[in-house]
């Protein structure tokens, strides 16, 4: 079964300290997967995808095959990070291109 | 410029009423996404577009959710009889071309079922 799981629900850091949210997925392929972030009143918007390797905002991802994780992190947390951020998986032998979304977790950044 | 549009934003349907969603998409994009967010849950795949062509439907729920895009850019999210179990927040998305994986999100309709 293709799944996306995010065990936090909720994790809060205070500014400055690391951050990893962590993300795991179930797929027999490869995946395409991405993190999304959603911040107060404002809609889902990509946040980084894998295969571009980009680092955004100051978040990295390493897509770990072996672990099947894609862990979203950050050196130095700051307060504007606070948002619900999904993880998503997109199965690329589907031909659809749909996106398989973990239940979410919420950041918290304490001044 | 503007993004996915949707609307309305909110909506109260008594339970058995049918209701529409209206997805505008981005100028252009050719694939269409439709997505059902529960409370607390991410979001789940409803179905899909490309063009006109619904492709993907395999995600509704039952048979009272219909879907079109009968001119390849304006879509719409039909429930017929609606159930308490339909309340949810209802997301379109759509992307610039078949195999692009970047999806852009509307707002998304919240959708009260009483």
């Known amino acids: 079964a293709q799944r996306v799981t995010q065990p936090e629900k909720l994790l809060s850091v205070f500014k400055g300290a690391p951050v990893e949210l962590k993300c795991n997925y179930s797929?027999?392929?490869?995946?395409?997967l991405f993190w999304y972030v959603q911040y107060s009143r404002q809609r889902l918007q990509l946040l980084l995808r894998?295969?571009s390797r980009e680092s955004i905002k100051g978040f990295t991802a390493d897509l770990n095959k072996g672990e099947t994780s894609f862990h979203l992190k950050k050196p130095f947390a700051q307060e504007e990070d606070s948002a619900m951020y999904y993880c998503a998986l997109s199965p690329t032998t589907s031909g659809t291109y749909k996106y398989i979304f973990g239940t979410g977790t919420r950041l918290k950044v304490l001044a | 410029g503007a993004g996915v549009s949707q609307s309305p934003r909110y909506k109260v349907a008594k339970r058995g009423q049918d209701v529409a969603l209206r997805c505008d998409p981005i100028s252009g994009h050719v694939s269409l996404f439709w997505y059902q967010q529960a409370l607390g849950q991410g979001p789940e795949f409803l179905t899909y577009?490309?063009?006109?062509?619904?492709?993907?439907k395999s995600g509704l729920p039952s048979d009272r959710f219909f879907a079109e895009r009968p001119e390849g850019s304006v879509s719409t999210l039909k429930i017929q009889r609606t159930q308490q179990e339909d309340s949810a927040v209802y997301l379109c998305a759509s992307s610039l071309e078949r195999g692009s994986y970047e999806q852009y999100f509307g707002p998304g309709t919240r959708l009260t079922v009483t």
């Open positions: 894998h295969i």
């Open positions: 577009f490309q063009n006109e062509a619904q492709l993907d």
């Open positions: 797929y027999s392929g490869s995946p395409e």
